[in-house]
């Protein structure tokens, strides 16, 4: 008697033990499991929001990985939610080396994804050419299109040659300002054609140089 | 019981409640946590040779990755400009190696590590390029 009762208790104490143990297992699961889940969540977002942010159809950019330096700055909370259709259970911050630029929300952890781009901004830079040699000019930038204020003192510009190739011409005479676009990716060579010799200040040419720095850009993601 | 053993319910339970643990401690310790670390290198990899793919050559050729993979003499001359620039593009902490068809600059890989890599296709051969952190 005494010992069948010994075992009873002895047999509740191990039922006890055992249920104790299967309970922090599946707590421990469950809890492993929710975070994995949100991390995934959280590192998917981030994945497909850098990879919009940075592609060519984004209107940040203006080829692949090359941000518009302009459009970066202007870039508020709605424009993030609305262009990038980021959810609203989300909080993003976006950081540029570690500098936030736009946040949606306090996005303190959460996953980060760190995309390598260029941030490209357009400079303008007004050259006079002296026309020492002839009547053309070499651009010292690479630049996607010129601007030129065609104005000549004592004789007409007839027709302007990028590279040998006619993009303005007027047999009455060009004067005035123009827009051309020019190859981005060669050197440049404007050649007035003329009348006569072309003086220093009858022509002044304004270049858009672009200007190129590699950053990180970091995307926060927390859910 | 009036000898000094345990129940022999006792000690079952025990073994019992030490598997069960063993097992969830073997899920939670065993599977090191997903880092995200391979898909970043990737995402870096990816990155810093879709720059150099759209750059302009130095040179001559189309592009700059173009222009290095010319020739083992156009490789050659453009070798230190290319690291130069892999390096001012890629993050300090990231380690590179760039193959190409003509040969290899950057740093030797390490063994057992993680890297991430991307590759690009030009028209003299494909043109890999593998990081790591540092």
């Known amino acids: 008697m005494t010992r069948g009762q010994t075992n009873l208790v002895a047999l509740i104490a191990a039922l006890v033990t055992l249920s104790v143990a299967t309970g922090i297992g599946v707590a421990v699961a469950d809890s492993a499991l929710v975070d994995e889940r949100r991390a995934a969540d959280e590192r998917h977002v981030a994945t497909a929001l850098s990879e919009r942010l940075v592609a060519a159809s984004s209107p940040l950019t203006n080829r692949t990985n090359v941000l518009d330096g302009s459009a970066l700055d202007g870039l508020d909370t709605t424009d993030l939610r609305r262009e990038y259709a980021v959810p609203d259970a989300y ?3 976006l950081a540029r080396n ?5 946040e949606t929300g306090p996005a303190r952890d959460g996953m980060t994804i760190r ?3 260029l941030v490209e901004r357009t400079q303008k830079r007004t050259i006079t050419p002296s026309f020492g040699g ?3 000019v070499s651009l010292p930038r690479r630049t996607d299109r010129v ?3 065609v104005d000549p003192a004592n004789t007409t510009v007839t027709g302007v040659r990028v590279n040998g190739r006619v993009v303005l011409s007027d047999p009455d005479g060009i004067a005035g300002t123009y827009t ?3 190859p981005r990716r060669e050197t440049v060579e404007l050649a007035f054609v003329a009348g006569a010799a072309l003086e220093p200040g009858d022509v002044t040419v304004t270049l858009f140089p672009r200007r190129t720095t590699a ?6 993601v927390d859910g | 019981m009036d000898r000094g053993q345990l129940p022999m319910a006792t000690v079952e339970g025990a073994l019992g409640a030490l598997v069960i643990l063993g097992v969830v401690a073997g899920f939670t310790l065993g599977a090191p946590p997903p880092t995200g670390t391979g898909a970043q290198l990737d995402a870096y990899a990816g990155d810093a040779l879709t720059i150099l793919r759209d750059e302009p050559p130095r040179h001559g ?3 700059r990755l173009a222009e290095v993979t010319e020739s083992a003499r156009d490789f050659q001359r453009e070798r230190g400009a290319l690291i130069d620039r892999i390096e001012r593009v890629l993050p300090e902490n990231v380690m590179f190696r760039i193959e190409t068809p003509h040969g290899t600059a950057g740093h030797p890989k390490p063994s057992r590590i993680a890297t991430g890599a991307a590759t690009v296709t030009t028209v003299n051969g494909d043109v890999t390029l593998r990081v790591w952190y540092a």
Do not use: K, M, Y
């Open chain 1, 91 to 93: 909080d993003v911050r």
């Open chain 1, 98 to 102: 570690g500098e936030t630029l736009v």
């Open chain 1, 115 to 117: 995309r390598i781009v």
């Open chain 1, 134 to 136: 002839g009547n053309d």
């Open chain 1, 147 to 149: 601007r030129l204020a």
């Open chain 1, 180 to 182: 051309v676009p020019v």
């Open chain 1, 215 to 220: 950053t990180t850009l970091e995307v926060t």
């Open chain 2, 61 to 63: 050729g189309e592009t």
